[in-house]
């Protein structure tokens, strides 16, 4: 075990105030006993003595379940735009065509509706020249709808049209929907695997590292909000507002806010937080203003929903809670409240959500979705189904659906990644008023 060396006992107070106490929301000081495991190898792993729960690991495997001659694949994407879904379908194609030679490739269009006959979407054909540069396009050459179609006639249509593999490209509800048409294809006996490839720029999918679609988002947020700040310095008691999208999991505006550090205030839906009172947020924000006279504010679709009084207005046609506007909520409780106060200022609001995700993916995420799409080709090819590809410790594994839609991934308030957030912004770690 290799250790780092220390000048001698630590004896002062830190001055940073943080918790000792798991569990109580507020980042912890770290125990110096607490050490990262090296490897994630879980053959060293057992080689010292320890089996941890583990994932199988993706790649290529040396036999496979299909006869590439005979083999058929179907595409669908599902749900919300998202920057980076025509390189997972380019990927798809040229690993399956040009790598294993597989028979064909369909897509399917708009959606699950695609699979279902009655809307009248006929497949289309995917070859190498149909997705040729498609990866510099936003959005998704396939086509996307939301909601729920009949189960056994999708599954009837895949076995029709004599499809053995089927790529479901989307986010927790196609995963869910994925998840659905693999249990048919069991209870009837068909030997057709069914795939998922993480899809939403939330980062929320449970079990792995990020899903693509994300470093597009928050690097175009960063854009965004670098522009924010401009508009609110520039102004006397200026304040500057963003809202990013953030339905559940505030890890857009976490890490848009680490990369422009001018921000001051993330508000995301997994903290609490008072508008009134000495420690609520438009008192901190008053006496920043005080302070500095201007001030950049991000807020996730997803916080602050307990202010709205009428609740939810219900559900989108993916099951989605609805979620009220907390930008437009935010923009006028902070006008009303300095000018009940008699300060002068300005508001300027920003909602780039639909731009972010309709846009095309920077390089980095579109390797990713390209490296995606060629592990889910491989595990399919093997004969894997019923499981969501994804990235572990940097480590391409094989997710089963079931446990990745168990549970939706949150920042957690007592992490580095919030700590780090804190650090970035100095706003306070809490800003609730005591009981």
Known sequence: MRTVETLGPARFPSPLGLSLIFGDKKVNYVPDTERIVRSVSLGEL?????SPESLEKAGPREKVFFDPAKTTAGIVTCGGLCPGLNNVIRGLVLVLLQRYGIKRVLGFRYGYEGLVPSYGHEPVELTPEYVDDIDGIGGTVLGTSRGNQDIGVMVSTLENLGVDILFCIGGDGTLRGAGQIRD???????????????KTIDNDIYLMDRSFGFETAFSVSSMVLRGAHNEAKCHYNGVALVKLMGRESGFIAASAALAIPSVNFVLIPEMDFDLEGPAGFLGVLERRLERKH???????????????????????????????????????????????????????????????????????DAKFATVLAQYAVHGAMAGKTGFVIGRLHEEY???????AVSRRKTIDLESQLWLDVLQATGQPQEMTNPV
């Open 46 to 50: 057992r080689a010292a003595g320890v």
């Open 184 to 198: 048919e294809v069991a209870t009837r006996g068909l030997p057709i695997a069914v795939v998922g490839v993480p």
């Open 294 to 364: 201007h001030a950049l504010v991000v807020v996730s679709e997803g916080a602050g929903q307990r202010f709205f009084q009428e609740g939810s207005p219900g559900k989108d046609a993916s099951g989605n809670v609805r979620f009220n506007d907390i930008g437009i909520f935010l923009k006028n409780r902070i006008s009303g409240h300095f000018k009940k106060l008699g300060v002068p200022h300005t508001v300027k609001y920003i909602d780039p959500s639909y731009v972010i995700r309709s846009g095309r993916a920077i390089p980095n």
């Open 397 to 403: 594994v094989h997710i089963p659906i079931a446990e």
